[in-house]
Nanobody, 125 residues
Framework: QIRLEESGGGLVQPGATLRLSCTTS????????MGWFRQAPGKERELVAA????????YYPDSLKGRFTISRDNIHDTVFLQMNSLKPEDTGVYYC??????????????????WGQGTQVTVSS
């Protein structure tokens, strides 16, 4: 099972851009579909983007289409989340997660079985 480590979070102003990275180790990255989730204070963890094992299919909730972009590099075993025009409501801990190939997209949190520790994103003026 792969291990995941997120990076790239921070404190930014509204309208800023951030690019999160999730590096993986210890497994076969191509065997995993990947997702980025976020959890705001007092709220449930939610999926913000997903990508299939090959990178050919992506999924975003309607509310985030056009601002967030997920991508993956299967040579360097890394998945990215580009976040543009950030808003205060984007604040939260962002996690990357993996699951096996198969049905895509998968939105449920409990369908992903390997998780990183998360990286904090705070959008505030």
């Amino acid at each position: 099972q792969i291990r995941l480590e997120e990076s790239g979070g921070g404190l930014v102003q509204p309208g800023a851009t951030l690019r999160l990275s999730c590096t993986t180790s210890g497994g076969t990255f191509r065997s995993y579909a990947m997702g980025w989730f976020r959890q705001a204070p007092g709220k449930e963890r939610e999926l913000v983007a997903a990508i299939d094992w090959a990178g050919g299919r992506t999924y975003y909730p309607d509310s985030l289409k056009g601002r967030f972009t997920i991508s993956r590099d299967n040579i360097h075993d890394t998945v990215f989340l580009q976040m543009n025009s950030l808003k205060p409501e984007d604040t939260g801990v962002y996690y990357c997660a993996g699951r096996g190939r198969g049905t895509f997209p998968v939105i449920r949190v409990d369908e992903y079985y390997t998780w990183g520790q998360g990286t904090q994103v705070t959008v505030s003026s």
